[in-house]
């Protein structure tokens, strides 16, 4: 059991109705048939939270863009989804975990080739740790998961950093027990 399906019914959530693994984690999708999400909560065939659990462990350059196609993707084909009645009369909550190793590639700087149009200024001279950071960030400002938990670690100490104070397990867990004591009340 995953530290956020522990938390979902720590807040309250009765455990048959959280699914992780292997199994019911299917979602009807709107561009596909279904999306396999990391945690389902359902109850009553009511889609309550849906989670998204994902992480790099190096070759940044090759993973960053794969991971904000995918982060994009699953959002918008959920948003899609439940306009088109696809997941019922759901207002899920909807969380982004990304898990990163804290290495030296990790604070390179990158630089882009920029033909046409200059990049946003957030990306310009970023390093890598900055980019996700700004992907995680923007996937809330944006309204595409309610929360998001980013977090590094280090294989070395064992030991971990969240590089931005709004997007802790404090608050992603806070967040939680919150849709719980929604759901609950």
């Known amino acids: 059991m995953s530290l956020t399906t ?9 455990r048959e109705w959280v699914f992780d693994g292997r199994t019911k984690l299917e979602l ?8 396999k999400w990391d945690i389902v909560v359902v109850h ?6 849906a989670i998204e659990l994902k992480s790099i462990w190096g070759s940044y350059g090759n993973n960053l863009n794969n991971r904000v196609e995918e982060a994009i993707g699953s959002a918008f ?14 207002s899920p909550w909807l969380g982004y975990v990304f898990i990163i190793r804290d290495d030296e590639a990790l604070h ?16 310009s001279e970023a390093t890598y740790l900055k980019r996700f950071e700004t992907l995680c960030s923007r996937l809330v400002t944006e309204r595409l998961y309610d929360n998001a938990w ?20 404090s608050k992603f867990a806070a967040a939680i027990k919150g849709k719980a004591m929604e759901e609950l009340a």
């Open 6 to 14: 522990v938390y979902f019914v720590e807040a309250g959530i009765p």
């Open 28 to 35: 009807p999708g709107f561009f596909r048939a279904e999306k």
């Open 44 to 49: 009553d065939s009511r889609l309550i939270a």
């Open 77 to 90: 084909g959920m948003a899609k989804a439940l306009r088109s009645g696809l997941l019922g009369a759901s």
């Open 108 to 123: 390179h700087t990158t630089r882009f080739k920029e033909p046409h149009f200059p990049v946003d200024k957030v990306f």
């Open 150 to 169: 980013f977090v590094c670690l280090d294989d070395e100490t064992g030991g971990h950093i969240e590089p931005n104070s709004n997007m802790t397990w």
